[in-house]
């Protein structure tokens, strides 16, 4: 399997560690970290030198009650870093659901959009479209981040979340981006309860039936916090347990904040795999 993106045919034959960049004051585990963009590109290079094999950045929280900024601000504060990133030669997520932050970062040599709101916004869907190549992550998210955990899903999610991500794929593709340039994402935490979350891992290879690689998010979620009694910032166990999990049941795309420890476990996990 492959992800086609902008510049770089990803494999992922085994799982790959994207790295988390939140250029962002207000990030529930990181936030105000990486005030400026010099700070910014140093956490990008440690995230590289630990062996992340794509960087996402992120200049909006998405946590729980976050309340969105304009296209103007996301810009100031995710555009220099996508510009002084490219020469990296990494793929570079974006993770934005604003159409005019995606086709300028897009513009600036970006490799994939990683959108919350899996192109619902008015004009996303055909940013993408329009694109020849990028990469893109559709994720599943209940209500939006103001009030999702306010009023989360109701009952077993795991049907409901395969049907949204099934709707959402087949959309993109009926619209002419090829599948091979699409992921997907059950979005963890995003207006579901801890026991759905957890249901989601239980029945995560329900989501390998679309044939699409799938992208996961448990690094220091607070499910991890809920169940194991861990603050935010002592969850790096909790974190990577959940993220071999998700390999183990197809996931091909891990989304962490620990990259070293995590590729640490991965090597562990695929060296007991039966050959």
């Known amino acids: 399997m492959h992800w086609t993106t902008s510049r770089f045919d990803i494999d992922l034959s085994s799982p790959r560690v994207m790295g988390i960049v939140n250029v962002t004051p207000d990030s ?20 590289l030198k630990k062996g ?3 960087l996402d950045i992120g200049g909006e929280s998405s946590r729980p ?65 329009q694109h020849s190549r990028c990469g893109v992550c559709l ?16 009952g077993m999610v795991a049907n409901e979340v395969l049907y949204f991500l099934k709707t959402r794929l087949q959309i993109l593709i009926e619209q002419g ?13 995003f207006g579901k309860t801890v026991d759905q979350n957890f249901e989601l891992l239980v029945q995560q290879r329900q989501l390998n039936a679309l044939g699409q690689p799938i992208l996961v998010g448990w690094s220091r979620k607070s499910s991890l916090g809920v169940v194991t009694g ?7 166990v909790p974190s990577v347990v959940a993220a071999i999990l998700a390999a183990e049941r197809g996931a091909r ?11 640490q476990a991965l090597a562990v996990w695929q060296h007991a795999q039966p050959h």
């Open 28 to 47: 529930f585990s990181d936030g105000n970290s990486f005030r400026d963009l010099s700070s910014t590109l140093k956490h990008c290079e440690l995230l």
């Open 52 to 54: 992340a094999h794509i």
């Open 65 to 129: 009650g976050a309340q969105s900024i304009s296209v103007e601000e996301e810009l100031r504060r995710v555009l220099p870093v996508v510009k002084e990133a490219v020469r990296y030669d990494v793929p570079l997520s974006i993770d934005t659901c604003k159409p005019q932050v995606m086709r300028a970062v897009l513009d600036a040599g970006a490799d994939i959009i990683n959108d919350i709101w899996a192109l619902r916004q008015p004009g996303a869907m055909d940013v993408v479209s």
């Open 139 to 154: 994720m599943h998210m209940h209500a939006q981040p103001q009030d999702m955990q306010i009023r989360p899903m109701q």
């Open 177 to 189: 981006v090829d599948a091979q340039r699409i992921a997907l994402d059950p979005g963890i935490g």
């Open 230 to 236: 861990c603050e935010v910032d002592e969850r790096l």
């Open 253 to 263: 795309i891990l989304r962490v904040h620990d990259v070293e420890a995590t590729l």
